[in-house]
């Protein structure tokens, strides 16, 4: 069965710290592999997304890295801000298929 | 570009009714996927329309019905719906060419 683990389940870390979000896959054929940030009640917005030929990939204050080898990846936030607060979701695509299949997410909240 | 837009926002059903929700793809876009999101959940793929045609199909029951419009637009459509039903649903389209999947803000469907 294809699936997406991610952990911890929830982190609360304080404004300024840096933190590592964690997501085991076993999709395979692998395509590519996509954080996404979710705040409440909407949808979620794309942070990254690399392909099988990419270990790392950076959006701001956003790094994530990828090892297609062990199925493993990781979401580092650097210099955490009170918006980072949002639960954020490993997602995987398939190869040969656009569905993806998504994590349940790491709630991370931020405190001042 | 007003991104992907969905309706209604909210919507409170009773058991047994029947609910129609809508899409409108980022412009540009020609493939739209319905996802299931659970509170505290990861989103669940419902199915994915292209050109008018229902082309791939999560684990969901017949209840669960779709549309697309040539303008790209789409509906979810629930029969018979269940406690169970009670969630946010997610409209993400694509073009089919990149890996980008955009979300909508989601409709936020209570059945009580």
């Known amino acids: 069965k294809n699936q997406v683990e991610q952990s911890p389940q929830s982190l609360i870390i304080l404004e300024g710290k840096n933190c590592t979000l964690q997501?085991?896959?076993?999709?395979?054929?692998?395509?590519?592999l996509r954080w996404y940030k979710q705040d409440t009640g909407r949808g979620p917005v794309s942070l990254t997304i690399m392909t099988f030929s990419e270990n790392t990939k950076s959006n701001g204050r956003y790094t994530a890295t990828l090892d297609a080898d062990t199925k493993q990846s990781s979401l580092h936030i650097t210099a955490s801000q009170l918006s980072d607060s949002a639960s954020y979701i490993c997602?995987?695509?398939?190869?040969?298929?656009?569905?993806?299949?998504f994590g349940k997410g790491t709630m991370l909240l931020v405190s001042p | 570009d007003a991104g992907v837009t969905q309706s209604p926002t909210h919507l409170i059903k009773t058991r047994g009714q029947q609910v129609t929700l809508r899409c409108s793809p980022k412009?540009?876009?020609?493939?739209v996927s319905w996802y299931q999101q659970a509170l505290g959940q990861g989103p669940q793929f419902i199915f994915q329309?292209?050109?008018?045609?229902?082309?791939q199909r999560g684990n969901f029951p017949d209840r669960f019905s779709g549309h697309q419009f040539p303008n790209y637009s789409s509906e979810l459509n629930v029969n018979a719906l269940l406690l169970g039903d009670s969630a946010l649903y997610l409209c993400?389209?694509?073009?089919?060419?990149?890996?980008?999947?955009?979300f909508g803000p989601g409709t936020r469907l209570t059945v009580t």
């Open positions: 997602v995987v695509n398939k190869a040969g298929y656009s569905t993806l299949t």
């Open positions: 412009s540009g876009h020609d493939t």
């Open positions: 997501c085991n896959y076993t999709v395979s054929p692998f395509s590519n």
């Open positions: 993400a389209s694509t073009d089919g060419i990149s890996y980008e999947q955009y």
């Open positions: 329309y292209y050109e008018e045609e229902e082309r």
